[in-house]
């Protein structure tokens, strides 16, 4: 064997031992990244939970406030703040059922409000109930945002970890596809138009 043939046999090996090293880097860097990027939309979701518990809570406060310009006009009242009180301190605020659940019971409760509002027009003209109404009309804006945000992230994540060759690293990490914040069953119904 001459030196030259075993210089190219050697030179092969090297070539052929770095692509192959080439090639690990490669599937390794994707995979630390892919890791990486299912890991940053699940904290996505959880600020954009937040962002919802946060709606919920400016909501909250604002309905309270509101509760108190109308206590001199309603009759059940009373019946309402404990409601509301004990809706926000049992509400858990990392779980999503909790928070949907908060959510569909203020709405019920800004209904009760509302209805008193028109059931006395003197309540109608007070000027500080007018801006609790404009605000919490904001309120419920901002709170629409927050769940168009969570969906869109959730939405977002669920397609990122059941995608290959993506699916593979989410099944390493037990990533699971995450529920959707979902409206009140009386809003996604039929509605009867009676004339």
Known sequence: MNILQISTGVLAAIIAGGIVLLLI?????????????????????????SGIDVALTKRFDLLTEQLKVVKGYMKHEKEIMIQVTELRTNA????????QKMDNT????????????????????????VLLQASVTDAEE???????????NVSAYNKSIVVFPRSIVANHLHAEKHAF????QVKTGDVPLEF
């Open 25 to 49: 880097i490669i599937l390794v860097s994707w995979w630390i990244g892919t890791s990486n990027s299912i890991k940053k939309m699940k904290i996505s979701i959880e600020e954009s939970l």
């Open 92 to 99: 858990n605020r990392k779980d999503l059922e909790s928070l």
């Open 106 to 129: 203020i709405k019920n409760i800004n209904r009760e409000i509302d209805i008193t509002h028109e059931n006395y027009p003197q309540l109608k003209a007070d000027k500080s109930f």
């Open 142 to 152: 901002h709170l629409q945002a927050a769940r168009r945000l969570f969906n869109s």
């Open 181 to 184: 914040f979902v409206a009140d």
